[in-house]
């Protein structure tokens, strides 16, 4: 059976049909949620915001107006208000030892290279990126958006883009340095 | 490798993430597979890059999925909102905007007054037709009569292009014209001249008054 495309679902919600609002929530309830999680670091404020930014969806489904890919246009309205609860809190988003303990499960970088685990550094050390650099690594490594995705949804030229990846893996190669994983450039 | 090479990525360089994500169009992963195979270095920074999508997997997985509260949350705030209206009574702006943004600009451009006026009465017949239409008998708009397309006679019409807006305003008031329809493509209005169906020699001298009118540019008698 083929599957409805976001676009017709999207039409349909702006006529008012919960079903079709249903279909969409389960197709990015889970990917909104992990990224919002990303940004905020905090499963409450993320489950708020992922209900939010579907509720701003049912309410503009009609101002859709096709020019990205659904998609895109979810993921950017998950990112303004991921922002916004940044903007609201931003003591908590230094709080280190909440963000990781919520976010995951991984040890911290200095427990993790006692433990010559490379990829338990490396993703303590992902954690320990800016909330601009968390935000474009889910988005291209996680969400899998290209180049043209991303910029729509950062509201970024796609050089910017690229530019700022790079940027993102240097800070991390910085990171690992600083846990005696030398790793070279970037 | 160099300094210089170090503060200016090269493009290839800038893209292997996207390669790594499969993200990449057609073109631009033939160029990276390429440099990849003429590029040991590159490929030895390009395992960081798959290790880097690996963790920050491993680390969005480990994220889990929101507890359900979410869903909750999201469908009792969808039904506390007021029920979407029908096209017809809550886009009722939308659509006579629709309508007149259909008309050509030549038809528009005798005068900004003319076009308020008509879209006055042309709002209201539309209004009164959406209306009529969810509630058949029930409000009728005060500007329109309920029998537009019934007793009374009418006429077609086109205003000169360089009538002022005045002169359309005293055209439309002395005379006690009602426009009740268009202006088509042509620049035409459907205008009742009077609210009963008026003898065809008692039509044809008011339509023969009006031609003499030097804001209408054309008028005829029509059913």
């Known amino acids: 059976m083929p599957t409805t495309s976001d676009e017709v679902l999207i039409a349909r919600i702006a006529k008012g049909d919960r079903l079709a609002m249903e279909e969409l929530y389960g197709r990015y309830r889970v990917p909104v949620y992990r990224f919002v999680l990303r940004m905020v670091r905090n499963a409450t404020t993320a489950e708020d915001l992922d209900s939010d930014v579907f509720l701003d969806i049912w309410r503009q489904a009609g101002t859709f107006e096709g020019r990205s890919a659904v998609s895109t246009w979810i993921f950017s309205i998950a990112r303004f208000k991921a922002l916004n609860a940044l903007q609201r809190r931003p003591m908590e988003e230094l709080d280190d030892e909440k963000a990781g303990a919520i976010e995951d499960q991984a040890d911290d970088p200095e427990t993790a290279l006692a433990k010559k685990d490379k990829a338990a550094v490396l993703r303590a050390c992902l954690l320990k990126l800016s909330a601009e650099h968390r935000e474009i690594v889910n988005l291209v490594y996680y969400q899998h958006k290209s180049v043209e995705d991303v910029a729509g949804i950062v509201g970024i030229p796609e050089a910017t883009v690229k530019t700022r990846m790079f940027y993102a893996r240097k800070k991390l190669s910085e990171l690992l340095t600083e846990q005696g994983i030398e790793r070279g450039w970037p | ?223």
């Open chain 2, 1 to 223: 490798m160099n300094t210089a090479k170090q503060s200016e990525p090269s493009e290839i360089e800038l893209l292997l993430p996207w390669y790594a994500a499969g993200t990449l169009d057609p073109r631009e992963s033939l160029q990276v597979e390429a440099a990849l195979a003429n590029d040991p270095e590159l490929a030895s920074r390009y395992e960081w890059v798959r290790a880097e999508l690996a963790q920050e997997t491993h680390v969005s997985e480990a994220a889990g999925e929101p507890s359900g509260r979410d869903v909750k949350t999201l469908f009792a705030k969808i039904d506390a909102l007021p029920a979407r209206k029908s096209r017809s009574s809550i886009d009722l702006g939308a659509r006579i905007a629709e309508f007149l943004a259909s008309l050509s600009p030549r038809t528009l451009a005798w005068s900004a007054m003319a076009a308020a006026l008509a879209i006055v009465l042309q709002a209201g017949f539309l209004a009164g037709f959406v209306l009529k239409e969810k509630n058949p008998g029930g409000y009728e708009t005060a500007s329109v009569p309920a029998d537009v397309s019934g007793e009374g006679s009418y006429v077609l019409l086109r205003f000169q292009p360089k009538a002022s807006a005045a002169d359309v305003a005293s055209v439309l008031e002395t005379t006690k014209l009602s426009i009740v329809g268009g202006p088509s493509a042509g620049g035409l209005y459907r205008v009742r001249v009077a609210p009963t169906k008026l003898a065809k020699p008692d039509l044809t001298r008011i339509v023969s008054t009006l031609q003499d009118n030097k804001v209408i540019g054309f008028i005829a008698a029509t059913e």
